[in-house]
């Protein structure tokens, strides 16, 4: 086996546009948006959106831009369409506790009937029961208990007078008050005077008389005031009796108006039945008074106990609700009671509950970001406990570190079903299975979005189809069928295989919308290739600054890169820098010494804590399979260190492990390697070269390098051979290839790097021993050396202490 070099269309998946099938996305714009590449999700929504059982909640997997959330809203709602309308939450005042309102459910649409009923039903009380109170029939009765107990008044007051007129005492009644005087013989008032020239017993037998007198006013008041409180309990009754029969009606009326079946009906009986009793229990309010002022205070009191809170309204669906809740705070989520403030105490009633999404989702879905629930503990906690129950009970947290009293209030809690859908990522998702197992108990559905799939005629199909319904949503113009071909390169190069797409559509819009732009700015009714190549081009523009920096270091001279001929133990790796929304491939030199010892492989960027645990893993295999191929000059007598040249961030990944190995290679034989081919590769601990990550943009890194230091057609780069199928290089480098100008080599192991960049064969052991005129005698060679001058002059070894790996990471190297 030998290293192959790639032909150009090696390098690049290109799609047959007149293949899609179509002329522009117009022509798909009526076709319903598919799952692209989603299959398994899709099957996993459907399955827990459709298991009624409790526990079957739906936790949505993927990354940011994987049309998780949008995906999913579209099937909610689908599924809701088909649902029936859940009922409307009602609150309602509870005449027994008013601190605990009753909750009543209604039927959709019932709620704001029963609010309207019960207004129009407090307005015809007002201009009822006046007019019933002040009817003849009424009047005629009210006045006949009245008469009866003023003639009973009457003659209990003329037998206390003559009482009083025996014992010579005048009685009469002022403002509800009984004044009596007494008199002499003549039946005059008795004067000041008079009373000073009676004997001792005629005053002694007048305060007797006085003493028995106020004994018989007091009977007499006691007697009168009970007698007033049975008139008062007789016209009460009479008021009652008068106003039942109007108030049954208007009870009735209120049911009658009620048009679909209720299921609590009972509940909703037993409330009207209380509220008739209200009203009659406090009718003498509906007529004028003394205290006008206290009376209407009173009555509006009353009256307000009538009104109906309709917190959850439903009678706009057609079907269950759908909620997207971006902003759960505690009040949003869960609802919450509104207070104000009233004489230095804040105050509140039912009336002033609020409903909440979680309230308002009932019989529907709700669909959370984890995120959001993790940075908000009260909420967290609240939801957990929600989802123990199933029960809602609305509170207002914080009310007990109020700075001023407040009245309290608790609702009556209610049932809530609803299907939770909680959109994170994958690393949360599994972050809340470990930390929290009976929170995540809750969500037995798990729907995974994949970050890349397998590519094949329908989802380039589908992808189309997705760009139609983004132009049509955003009022872009449309994409020919060539532009979607060039958009479908572009995931392909997302997702770094020539077999697969990325699922990233987030990142495919962001490019529909880029590319219709460059299209309008040349006043193009469709957008074609170029434009999409264009809005590619000015994307990687706004973001290279820093690699347009670094490789001008190169030319500068400040950074120090050969990429012509040929230099013993040095040669040039390939990193990629990422910077989150920007990542590209930079060559970075990699040289190695040796010499006699004992020590073995130093990787100094380990020993400077500037390496992360990847890399070093990568070296320890180096030191490994180094150590294989020579176990029979075991153990061997070498001293060894590596180092990327100018590196100063850190390390991590173990893709340059190949080209160190090469350049310890090239340090032990002496043999010079080719400075214009920088490699990249991983490898395990027999010689196979692994495939590594950001493999197009090493590649491109390297050929800026080089068109900026100057092309010679003797530049390339060499890769693992499994890293075949992840080329999609820009058109740029594509050319250069198809022109000779520069090359992509491919090994399956590392001997055959070695031989493409020393122009010696690697070399296979042969009887114990490595042919002299292969790379691996030459090294043979000299670790035969190094182990006669350790012999011949042993040198004292210091003792080094071995560091752990750093666990520090920095810029990927994949």
Not at 115 to 126: D, G, N, V, Y
Not at 283 to 303: C, G, H, K, N, Y
Not at 449 to 471: D, G, M, N, R, W
Request: glycine share 8%; proline share 5%.
């Amino acid at each position: 086996m030998t290293y192959q070099r790639l032909s150009c269309d090696m390098l690049r998946l290109r799609v047959d546009a007149p293949a899609l099938g179509f002329a522009d996305t117009a022509e798909l714009s009526g076709q319903p948006l598919p799952w692209i590449g989603q299959d398994r999700a899709e099957q996993a929504a459907r399955f827990g959106l459709n298991m009624d059982q409790a526990g079957y909640n739906l936790f949505v997997l993927g990354e940011v831009g994987s049309g998780r959330s949008t995906l999913m809203r579209q099937m909610l709602h689908a599924q809701a369409a088909n649902r029936s309308v859940p009922p409307d939450l009602c609150y309602l005042h509870n005449f027994d506790a008013p601190e605990h309102p009753r909750a009543l459910r209604l039927p959709a649409g019932e709620g704001r009937l029963l609010r309207q009923l019960m207004a129009q039903f407090a307005k015809t009380l007002q201009s009822e029961i006046p007019k019933w109170l002040s009817g003849p029939d009424f009047k005629v009765k009210s006045e006949r208990i009245t008469s009866a107990y003023k003639a009973q008044e009457d003659a209990s007051y003329g037998e206390l007078s003559a009482y009083a007129e025996a014992r010579n005492f005048g009685l009469m009644r002022e403002q509800g008050n009984m004044i009596f005087t007494l008199k002499d013989d003549k039946g005059e008032a008795m004067t000041p005077a008079k009373s000073l020239k009676l004997s001792r017993e005629q005053r002694a037998a007048i305060d007797s008389a006085e003493e028995a007198l106020q004994k018989e006013i007091t009977k007499f008041l006691e007697t009168t005031r009970a007698k007033e409180r049975v008139m008062n309990d007789a016209l009460a009754a009479l008021r009652r009796q008068t106003m039942k029969p109007m108030l049954e009606r208007e009870m009735q009326t209120i049911r009658n108006g009620l048009r679909k079946q209720i299921k609590d009906s009972v509940k909703l009986g037993a409330y009207l039945e209380q509220v008739q009793h209200e009203i009659l229990e406090n009718i003498e309010l509906f007529q004028p008074s003394e205290d006008e002022e206290t009376r209407l205070e009173a009555l509006v009191d009353v009256l307000s106990h009538l009104r109906v809170n309709v917190v959850v309204d439903n009678h706009a669906l057609t079907g269950a609700p759908v909620i997207v809740e971006d902003n759960p705070l505690f009040r949003a989520l869960f609802g919450g009671i509104e207070y104000e403030p009233d004489n230095d105490m804040l105050v509140t009633d039912f009336s002033r509950i609020r409903a909440g999404s979680l309230l308002k989702a009932h019989g529907g879905f709700l669909m959370l970001h984890l995120r959001d629930l993790l940075a908000d503990p009260p909420v967290w906690e609240k939801l957990r406990r929600f989802l123990r129950s199933g029960r809602l009970q609305i509170e207002e947290p914080g009310m007990m570190l109020a700075p001023i009293a407040a009245v309290s209030l608790e609702p009556e809690p209610v049932d809530v079903y609803v299907k939770l859908v909680l959109i994170a990522s994958v690393d949360e998702y599994y972050a809340v299975q470990e930390a929290d197992p009976e929170f995540a108990r809750h969500f037995r559905c798990k729907v995974d979005f994949v970050e890349s799939f397998t590519a094949t005629p329908s989802s380039c199909h589908a992808t189309a189809i997705f760009v139609a319904h983004t132009c049509q949503r955003l009022g872009l113009p449309h994409f020919t069928a060539a532009a979607v071909a060039v958009l479908i390169e572009e995931s392909h190069r997302a997702a770094e295989d020539q077999t697969r797409q990325s699922a990233t559509f987030g990142v495919s819009e962001a490019l529909v919308i880029e590319s219709s732009a460059v299209a309008r700015l040349r006043g193009a009714h469709l957008v074609d290739a170029h434009d999409v190549h264009a809005a590619t081009q000015a994307r990687k523009h706004r973001h290279n600054s820093p690699e347009q920096r670094l490789q001008e270091s190169i030319v500068d001279g400040d950074r120090l890169m050969d990429v012509t001929g040929h230099k013993v133990a040095q040669l040039n790796g390939l990193t990629v820098i990422d910077l989150g929304d920007y990542e590209f491939g930079f060559p970075v030199r990699v040289t190695a010494r040796t010499y006699a010892g004992h020590e073995g492989l130093l990787n100094i960027e380990r020993e400077v804590e500037m390496s992360g645990p990847i890399h070093d893993k990568g070296v320890l295999i180096l030191q490994s399979y180094l150590n294989a191929l020579f176990v029979h000059l075991a153990p061997l007598a070498m001293n060894a260190s590596v180092v990327f040249e100018q590196e100063y961030s850190g390390v991590e990944g173990d893709s340059a492990s190949c080209a160190e190995l090469y350049a310890l290679l090239s340090s032990l034989s002496g043999l010079p390697l080719h400075q214009g081919i920088a490699v990249t590769g991983a490898l395990n601990q027999r010689g196979e070269m692994l495939p590594v990550g950001g493999i197009n943009e090493k590649i491109e890194g390297y050929f800026q390098t080089c068109e900026l230091l100057g092309l010679d057609g003797q530049q390339g780069v060499l890769i693992p051979g499994r890293n075949r199928r992840h080329l999609m290089l820009s058109p740029q480098v594509v050319d250069a290839v198809s022109q000779g100008r520069f090359h992509i080599y491919t090994a399956e192991w590392v001997g055959e790097g070695m031989a493409l960049l020393t122009g010696v064969p690697f070399g296979t052991r042969e009887l114990g021993h490595y042919p002299a005129d292969t790379v691996l005698g030459l090294v043979q060679k000299t670790l035969q050396a190094f182990r006669r001058a350790c012999d011949v002059l042993p040198a004292h070894r210091p003792l080094r202490a071995s560091k752990p790996a750093p666990k520090r990471a920095g810029p990927r190297e994949p």
